[in-house]
């Protein structure tokens, strides 16, 4: 007698849950439409990681999910975080005599104009301040009725099964893309609005002191500093100490996009236990310095689409791997495989964990040295 063979929704929970993990999330999203049980299957893959943004949709957004039954199925929370716009915008004068003179936008107007942009480019004087002006006056309401805080730590405590957060820095949120351009003429204050994000996590999750047990993984996207000299070590105390307190709540820093947190954290002893790096170029000096420092307390160093600057210049770059491992750690003993979470390592991405032992032994004379043992493919 023949079996008759059962369509996917008859599959075991098993097999639907390793279907899921070669699908990508739109494709996801149209097969949790299909019925219930794999509607049940999928949410949470949907809600495994959410996020908002500093603004007032985005925190009403969040309040939502305190109340919403997909909260059980959150892991990863996304808190996405603009550069403040000075205070100093709110007043027209100091705007048009100090931020962006009449002059000045005449020939910006001028040389876009010239290079065949569309009119909508370069909006009129009075709609860039009056948008520039909204969007401060929307940010400092927000920070005065602590706004951020109260929600965040209202949130995080009804989110049972959360082990990371990641804070996304941008420039600005869901504006006219044109803001962009202004606002990079020195219309925000860079310094204090990273301080400002990363205290204001840090309240928060001191407020719910219950979980910081249960929360594991800080990430820290973007983020970038205020202008130094290259040849500098950079030098922001407050930033550097914002940075430290947050860390402290946590046992796993993972850096996207930027290399500035370890630029700041460098020659700072910090009680993180795993380092993960991923589509970051990072000068080769600060990766040695980082790992030097925290060579007690770092175990694990996790990677992928990782660049190195090298030279004096910091002209060279090179792809980190594997076989450029023994150059960075050249002091370590390391093991090396290739990482298999899907939930760190991005779809289509080739990541790496390398766990880090102690110091060379000294070699004894008559005895080779001792080598790091690397396992994985080359």
Excluded at 74 to 79: A, D, E, F, P
Excluded at 218 to 246: D, N, Q, V
């Amino acid at each position: 007698m023949d079996r008759q063979i059962p369509g996917l929704q008859g599959l075991p929970m098993e097999i639907l849950h390793l279907i899921l993990a070669g699908l990508h999330s739109w494709q996801i999203t149209s097969l949790s439409l299909v019925n219930r049980r794999l509607r049940e299957v999928c949410l949470p893959v949907l809600f495994h990681k959410v996020g908002f943004s500093f603004s007032e949709a985005g925190l009403n957004g969040l309040q939502q999910l305190a109340n919403s039954p997909v909260r059980w199925h959150v892991r990863s929370l996304t808190y996405t975080v603009p550069e403040l716009i000075k205070p100093d915008v709110l007043t027209f004068e100091i705007f048009k005599s100090e931020m962006l003179t009449p002059e000045s936008y005449v020939e910006e107007a001028k040389e876009l104009y010239g290079c065949g942009y569309p009119a909508d480019e370069c909006p009129p004087y009075m709609v860039i301040y009056e948008t520039l002006r909204t969007i401060c006056e929307n940010q400092q309401g927000i920070m005065e009725e602590h706004r951020d805080i109260d929600i965040l730590s209202s949130v995080l405590a009804a989110l049972p099964r959360l082990i990371e957060m990641e804070l996304n820095f941008c420039q600005s949120i869901d504006e006219p893309q044109w803001v962009d351009s202004y606002l990079s003429r020195g219309m925000t204050a860079k310094e204090i609005s990273n301080i400002h994000h990363l205290q204001t996590l840090t309240k928060a999750l001191q407020k719910r002191s219950e979980l910081r047990d249960s929360l594991v993984t800080i990430k820290l996207s973007s983020m970038e500093l205020p202008y130094y000299s290259p040849r500098e070590t950079p030098r922001f105390p407050g930033l550097s100490g914002a940075l430290e307190c947050l860390l402290e709540l946590f046992t796993a820093l993972r850096i996207t996009g930027s290399s500035a947190p370890l630029e700041l954290l460098s020659h700072t002893i910090i009680k993180l236990r795993q380092l993960i790096l991923g589509h970051v170029t990072i000068p080769f000096t600060t990766l040695r310095e980082i790992l030097q420092t925290n060579r007690q307390t770092i175990v694990s160093l996790g990677f992928y689409d990782t660049r190195l600057l090298k030279g004096d210049a910091l002209s060279e770059i090179h792809q980190l791997s594997p076989k450029l491992l023994p150059a960075v750690l050249h002091d370590f003993s390391f093991d090396i495989q290739k990482s298999t979470d899907y939930w760190t390592v991005p779809y289509g991405e080739t990541g790496w964990i390398v766990w880090l032992g102690p110091r060379y032994a000294p070699q004894v004379r008559g005895q080779p040295p001792i080598c790091p043992k690397i396992q994985g493919e080359f």
